[in-house]
């Protein structure tokens, strides 16, 4: 991602604002995930090359250094993914604690350290708020699509999404290996809010697994 959303701290109104909208976008993502079988692990997703398993061990890891970002953590060992046992219950804690760091009254006045981003450039906690709010819902979405559900994230929670994904940059390097997005696909201004959302950060509102598509 980039820096685009930097600068000066909301207000109150809109911070409370966006962490209510992170918290719900982390519980659409819980939801979905709890649903999940375990024979259910090896679905195709989304994301190439990631079976359902890998999915949620990257969604877990994710959580855990965002939560661990937010108080203070600087140890880039903490987002190297790690495959537990059981994924869904593993990405169920990751989830409570991302939350839990987030709701912390102070956070706004805090700095983060993202190491996947920058090893020097700390980022306000705002901006490590938005990141991880649209990850968790095009993840929602990622989830759900691996089991054969669908998603409704509201329309307050994808525009939000929709905004935040508008202002990552696109260009060739989304095509370079372990590319946080894929190329932006087209299809413009057309479908639902959540199907821009997904066009903007690289992938078809149309996709399903290829079993379903025999």
Not at 155 to 170: F, H, N, R, S, T
Request: proline share 6%.
């Amino acid at each position: 991602m980039s820096t685009t959303f930097e600068g000066n701290a909301g207000t109150t109104e809109s911070n409370e604002r966006l962490r209510r909208l992170h918290a719900e976008a982390v519980r659409l993502c819980a939801e979905v995930v709890s649903r999940v079988d375990a024979d259910q692990l090896g679905s195709e997703t989304p994301c190439a090359g990631w079976d359902l398993r890998a999915l949620l061990a990257h969604m877990a890891t994710q959580d855990r250094g965002f939560a661990g970002a937010a108080r203070g953590a600087e140890d880039p060992g903490a987002w190297e993914v790690r495959i537990a046992a059981d994924p869904v219950a593993d990405y169920l804690a990751a989830a409570a604690e991302v939350a839990a760091a987030f709701a912390e009254p102070d956070v706004f006045e805090r700095s983060v350290l993202l190491p996947e981003l920058s090893s020097e450039h700390r980022f306000p906690a705002a901006t490590a708020i938005r990141f991880h709010l649209v990850d968790s819902v095009v993840h929602a979405w990622d989830v759900a699509r691996s089991i054969g559900e669908k998603i409704d994230p509201g329309q307050e929670l994808a525009l939000i999404a929709l905004e935040i994904a508008e202002a990552v940059p696109d260009g060739p390097f989304r095509s370079q290996p372990g590319a946080a997005f894929a190329p932006v696909v087209a299809g413009g201004d057309s479908g639902s809010i959540m199907d821009r959302v997904l066009r903007q950060l690289g992938r078809s509102p149309e996709w399903e697994p290829t079993a379903s598509r025999a």
